[in-house]
């Protein structure tokens, strides 16, 4: 058997990826063997006798097989929930940079605080969406009231 390192150590470098990555075609061995230089590496790739392969994504074993798990029946959840605490389960971005900042810079105790905090934070934005769309329809409310207003003191004028 051919050492093929050479070959395959130019074609990660030019396929930009790992020489795990690269497939050569065992039918056109001694061609490949033959290459060595970075353009007959290309001309190889080219015609389709070397080959970069996909990434092969590992899946769990558990999503695979459905094994019996030993332990208590909160020890594995299916939503991944260690206990049965209630947890918040959707921050947005900016919330995630701020929390994560926050606990980089020791602000939080525990777990349990930071959940507090969560869960603080989401009911006071909610309580100032709310408030807010009050308001808005209120605005509203009283624009209307004055269009109408207008509409009928301009409509006493003309007669």
């Not at 001309?43 to 769990?60: H, W």
């Not at 299916?78 to 929390?99: F, M, N, Q, W």
């Amino acid at each position: 058997m051919v050492s093929l390192c050479l070959q395959k150590r130019l074609a990660a470098s030019i396929l930009k990826c790992g020489k795990g990555r690269v497939w050569i075609d065992p039918n056109e061995i001694s061609e490949i063997s033959m290459a060595n230089s970075r353009d007959n590496v290309r001309s190889l790739i080219k015609n389709g006798f070397i080959i970069q392969d996909t990434v092969t994504v590992s899946v769990p074993v558990r999503l695979v097989c459905h094994p019996r798990f030993s332990g208590s029946a909160e020890s594995e959840s299916s939503e991944g929930c260690s206990r049965s605490t209630v947890r918040p389960r959707k921050i947005d971005r900016h919330a995630y940079r701020e929390l994560y900042l926050k606990a980089k810079g020791n602000i939080f105790k525990n777990k349990r605080t930071l959940i507090e905090y969560i869960v603080r934070s989401k009911t006071e934005k909610l309580r100032e969406k709310q408030i807010n769309d009050q308001a808005q329809a209120r605005r509203l409310k009283n624009r209307n009231l004055k269009e109408r207003r207008t509409t009928k003191a301009l409509a006493k004028h003309v007669y």
